[in-house]
């Protein structure tokens, strides 16, 4: 039985739970027919999140709301992502405008679960990546997504598959220059049904 197809079965609640299948898959197929049905505000703003690294469709992340007042933690920390990616597309000085407003609503978001699997793995990408300057700390990503690894064993709506806490893990371990790293790199592409966009990060990171 392929990878693929055990997260599919280890994850009964769809779409929401079926969009990290899709992504590491890079089905943007897939992806495109779970947003143009989704239900809901979590879904629809999970499935851009998901979509947007993929194909980099500039209209998934145009008309994004500023804020949430009735937001969950997983929707805040979803539309913080989202930010996130247009900070990176934007010009300055509207990218520390947009970067601003993904912090404010990242912060908001862990104030209300700070435990909540799609909360750490967006918090942990943001230190990943945001400049030292503005607050990027590859060592507290790392806390966020060993901590990830560890919450989306009893998460009922993980969103996240194991698989990729352990592919962020490792890229955090490979910045740092850990001697851990390239003995997870080899653990991971020694797995049967790697996923493609799995593969492809350990082959190349950013």
């Not at 500039?58 to 539309?79: K, V």
């Not at 435990?115 to 700390?137: C, H, W």
């Not at 709506?157 to 698989?163: D, E, F, G, I, S």
């Amino acid at each position: 039985m392929s990878l693929l197809l055990l997260l599919l079965l280890a994850t009964p609640l769809a779409p929401i739970d079926s969009t990290h299948v899709y992504y590491a898959s890079k089905d943007t197929a897939s992806l495109t027919s779970l947003l143009q049905q989704a239900e809901t505000r979590e879904d629809d703003l999970l499935c851009r999140y998901r979509l947007y690294p993929l194909t980099q469709e500039s209209a998934l992340i145009r008309d994004l709301p500023r804020g949430l007042d009735d937001g969950t933690a997983r929707e805040l920390a979803l539309l913080a992502g989202l930010w996130g990616y247009r900070a990176g597309e934007a010009s300055f000085p509207a990218s520390i405008r947009h970067g601003l407003r993904s912090q404010g609503l990242l912060d908001e978001a862990v104030a209300l679960d700070a435990d909540d699997p799609l909360v750490l793995l967006v918090e942990g990408q943001s230190l990943m990546f945001k400049p030292r300057i503005a607050g990027g700390n590859a060592e507290e990503a790392l806390a966020r997504f060993q901590r990830l690894r560890e919450v989306i064993r009893t998460s009922r709506q993980p969103a996240v598959a194991p698989l990729e806490a352990d592919l962020w893990i490792w890229y955090a371990l490979y910045k740092l220059k850990r001697d851990e790293a390239p003995t997870l790199r080899a653990d991971l592409l020694a797995q049967n049904d790697l996923p493609l966009l799995y593969r492809e990060f350990l082959n190349d990171p950013p």
